[in-house]
C-alpha cells in the first residue's frame, strides 16, 4: 500500500507557517525544560534517600517541596507545543495518536497518578520512612513510561510507511517498536532528562537553599555528579541515535543542509563545553549552556521531523488563508500569561519562609 494515501489532508493555514513553527520552537524546549527538572529532581531525591547522613535527608525534604510545582509546569508548559503541533502537523499527529490511542489515553491518569503521589511524598515526608523511596520508584517508572508513549508517538507520526499496520492491528495497540529510531531517541530523551533534572536539583540547592550550606552543598555535589556523568552517557548515546536515522536525514547533518550541518556543529561543541562545566562542578555557566544546548537539539529534532516526512509532507505546501486576529489575540494573552506568571513568581520569591512552607 502506498503510504501517501493513508495522510489526511492538511489543515488551511492562518498565518504563514513560519509563525507556528517559531512557537513551536519556543515553547517546546521550554516543556523539555520543566520535564526534565521533574524527572531529574525524582532521581536526584532518590538518590539523596540512599545517602547517609542528615544533609542529604534534608536535601530530600527540601525537593520534595519543589516537585509538585513541577508536575505542574511540565504539564501546563507541554499544551503551548500541543498546540501549535496540531496546527502544523495535526493530519500526521492525531493519526499516529489513533493508532495507538489507547496507550495515548493512558498518559492522562498516569500524570494524575504521579502527581498525586508526588504530593503524598512532600506532605507526608516525615511519616513515610522507606516508603518514601517506593513512591520516588513509581512516580519515576510512571515518568519514564509517559516518556516511552510520547517518543512512541512522535516516531510514528513521521513515519506514514508504517501505518498500514492498523488494518491487522485496529484496536488503538500499535507502537512503533519496530522503527530503528525508537529506542535510541527515547533513551536520549530520558538520559538528557535525567542528566539536565541533576543540574536543575544542583541549581534549585544552590539558590534556593543557601541558608543551609551543609544542605546546598550536598544537593550541588550530588545533582553536579548525576549530571555530568549522565550527560557524558549522552554523548555517547547520541551517537548511535544519530547512526540509526534514515541516511538522507544523516546527510542533512552531514553537509548536506548547511543549516542543519551548523546545528549539529554547535550542538556538540555546546555538549562538550557542557560536560566541562559540569565536571568543573559551574552551576551557574553549565545552567546558561544547557539552556543553549537544549534550544540547538530541539531544532535538531525538528529537523530529523522535516526531513523524515519530505518524501510525503512539506509545510510549504500547506494552504494558507490569512486571518490574523486569532494569532494576535493569542500572542496577547500569552503576554498577559506570562506577566501574570511572572508577578506570581516574584510574590513566592518575596514571601517569608515560614509563609512559602
Ligand atoms: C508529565 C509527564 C510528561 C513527560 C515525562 C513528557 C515527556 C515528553 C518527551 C520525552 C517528549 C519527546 C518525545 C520525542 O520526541 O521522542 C515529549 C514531547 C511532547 N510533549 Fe511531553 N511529557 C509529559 C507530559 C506532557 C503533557 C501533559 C503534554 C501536553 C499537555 C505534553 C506535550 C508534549 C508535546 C506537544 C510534545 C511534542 C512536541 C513536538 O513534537 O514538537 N507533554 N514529552
Not at 142 to 155: D, P, Q, R
Not at 190 to 211: N, P, R, T
Request: proline share 6%; charged share 10%; net charge positive.
Amino acid at each position: 500500500m502506498n503510504p501517501a494515501t493513508l495522510i489526511p489532508a492538511a489543515d488551511t493555514l492562518t498565518a504563514p507557517w513560519g509563525w507556528f513553527q517559531s512557537l513551536l520552537l519556543l515553547t517546546f524546549p521550554l516543556h523539555l525544560l520543566a520535564m526534565n527538572a521533574l524527572l531529574g529532581t525524582v532521581l536526584t531525591a532518590l538518590a539523596a534517600h540512599l545517602l547517609p547522613g542528615a544533609p542529604y535527608r534534608r536535601l530530600s525534604h527540601e525537593l520534595a517541596k519543589a516537585l509538585p510545582f513541577l508536575v505542574a509546569f511540565t504539564v501546563n508548559l507541554g499544551v503551548a507545543p500541543l498546540l501549535f503541533l496540531n496546527v502544523l502537523y495535526g493530519h500526521l499527529f492525531y493519526t499516529s495518536t489513533i493508532l495507538m490511542g489507547l496507550f495515548w489515553l493512558a498518559v492522562i491518569p498516569l500524570v494524575i497518578i504521579a502527581y498525586y503521589l508526588l504530593y503524598l511524598y512532600d506532605f507526608k515526608f516525615r511519616q513515610l520512612g522507606n516508603g518514601a523511596l517506593c513512591i520516588l520508584l513509581l512516580v519515576l517508572a510512571i515518568l519514564v513510561t509517559v516518556g516511552f508513549i510520547f517518543s512512541n508517538n512522535m516516531t510514528m507520526m513521521i513515519a506514514p510507511a508504517g501505518w498500514g499496520r492498523w488494518f491487522a492491528t485496529p484496536g488503538g495497540t500499535l507502537l512503533n517498536l519496530s522503527d530503528p529510531t525508537l529506542l535510541p531517541r527515547y533513551l536520549h530523551m530520558m538520559i538528557g532528562a535525567l542528566a539536565v533534572g541533576g543540574l536543575w536539583a544542583a541549581l534549585y540547592a544552590s539558590i534556593a537553599l543557601k541558608d543551609d550550606p551543609e544542605t546546598a552543598t550536598a544537593g550541588v555535589r550530588l545533582g553536579m555528579g548525576i549530571f555530568s556523568w549522565l550527560s557524558l552517557l549522552e554523548l555517547v548515546e547520541g551517537g548511535w541515535f544519530l547512526a540509526t536515522l534514515p541516511p538522507e536525514v544523516q546527510r542533512l547533518f552531514m553537509g548536506g543542509n548547511a543549516t542543519a550541518t551548523a546545528l549539529f556543529v554547535a550542538g556538540l561543541l555546546l555538549a562538550l563545553a557542557t560536560l566541562v562545566a559540569g565536571f568543573r562542578q559551574r552551576v551557574g555557566l553549565a545552567a546558561g549552556l544547557t539552556v543553549m544546548l537544549l534550544y540547538v537539539m530541539a531544532f535538531m529534532r525538528d529537523t530529523v521531523r522535516t526531513g523524515s516526512l519530505a518524501p510525503y509532507f512539506s509545510l510549504d505546501k500547506v494552504p494558507v488563508t490569512t486571518q490574523w486576529s486569532p494569532l494576535v489575540l493569542f500572542l496577547v494573552t500569552l503576554g498577559l500569561g506570562l506577566a501574570v506568571i511572572a508577578w506570581m513568581l516574584v510574590k513566592v520569591a518575596h514571601c517569608p519562609k515560614e509563609v512559602r512552607e
